[in-house]
T-cell receptor, first 116, second 114 residues
Framework: AQSVTQPDIHITVSEGASLELRCNYS??????LFWYVQSPGQGLQLLLK??????LVQGIKGFEAEFKRSQSSFNLRKPSVHWSDAAEYFC??????????????FGKGTKLSVIP | EAEVAQSPRYKITEKSQAVAFWCDPI?????LYWYRQILGQGPELLVQ????????DSQLPKDRFSAERLKGVDSTLKIQPAELGDSAMYLC????????????FGPGTRLTVT
């Protein structure tokens, strides 16, 4: 069955440090991949997406992600974390469930805490 | 900037009661989704609409949940009767049609069943 795995439940980094959040997927073909961010009590905001082409994609708020087919990974990175980046981050993949249904399947999320 | 609207933002109800959530998608978005997010988990799709038609409701507990989008615009998700296990965040999202279209999420309704 198709799945998305985010192995880190909680990560703490110091402000100004670099960040990498891991995401692995299990899918027969190359899926469409997304990273979303969710602040406490809020909905989800799209950070970036990958469909095809250049495997390094740039997103909003200084985030980037790299698609590695050989590792079935789509890790999210940021060179210098700001306190406002503290939130929960979700990796997601679009699955074609048939009959026009394109279902977003999410990982369980990684909660990011930032130390001043 | 256009946003997905949801109401109420918070709802507390007793088990066995009925509860309803409302969603108004971004104007022009034909596809509407309802997700349930249990604390500490990622959202899970409950139902997807294309205009007024249900495209996918395979994970909707149909014995107690119902969803409608009568005129292909706003939508209502209902639970009757509510159970303790239904406590969760209910998120609505909308998009233009197709798999490459970004889904825009509303702020969600936090449901607590006591």
């Amino acid at each position: 069955a198709q799945s998305v795995t985010q192995p880190d439940i909680h990560i703490t980094v110091s402000e100004g440090a670099s960040l990498e959040l891991r995401c692995n997927y299990s899918y027969g073909a190359t899926p469409y991949l997304f990273w979303y961010v969710q602040s406490p009590g809020q909905g989800l905001q799209l950070l970036l997406k990958y469909f095809s082409g250049d495997t390094l994609v740039q997103g909003i708020k200084g985030f980037e992600a790299e698609f590695k087919r050989s590792q079935s990974s789509f890790n999210l990175r940021k060179p210098s974390v700001h306190w406002s980046d503290a939130a929960e981050y979700f990796c997601a993949v679009v699955l074609n469930s048939g009959a026009g249904s394109y279902q977003l399947t999410f990982g369980k999320g990684t909660k990011l805490s930032v130390i001043p | 900037e256009a946003e997905v609207a949801q109401s109420p933002r918070y709802k507390i109800t007793e088990k066995s009661q009925a509860v309803a959530f409302w969603c108004d998608p971004i104007s022009g978005h034909a596809t509407l989704y309802w997700y349930r997010q249990i604390l500490g988990q990622g959202p899970e799709l409950l139902v997807q609409f294309q205009d007024e038609s249900v495209v996918d409701d395979s994970q909707l507990p149909k014995d107690r949940f119902s969803a409608e989008r009568l005129k292909g615009v706003d939508s209502t998700l209902k639970i009757q009767p509510a159970e303790l296990g239904d406590s969760a965040m209910y998120l609505c999202a909308s998009s233009l049609s197709g798999p490459r279209r970004e889904q825009y999420f509303g702020p969600g309704t936090r449901l607590t069943v006591t």
